[in-house]
């Protein structure tokens, strides 16, 4: 559904904004998102010791126009 729907929310002070969402594919920007996210979520980077697992699919929103 991730990709078929291809929508996301973004919640800007209570407010639901509908956003594009683009799955990430390339390894160098994988990297730069995975380390973001494991930043700020523990437990994906105790999954991940051994680098990001092909399962782990990240998503960039893209700004609507």
């Given at each position: 559904m991730a990709i078929t729907d291809g929508l996301a929310e973004?919640?800007?002070d209570g407010?639901?904004?509908?956003?594009?969402?683009i799955r990430i594919e390339d390894s160098g920007m994988r990297e730069i998102a995975f380390q973001a996210?494991?930043?700020?979520?523990l437990?994906?980077?105790e999954r991940?010791?051994?680098g990001i697992p092909d399962?782990?699919?990240?998503?960039?929103?893209e700004?609507?126009?």
């Open positions: 973004v919640r800007i407010a639901l904004y509908p956003v594009p969402r996210a494991a930043e700020k979520y437990q994906i980077a991940a010791r051994d399962s782990l699919w990240l998503f960039r929103a700004r609507r126009s």
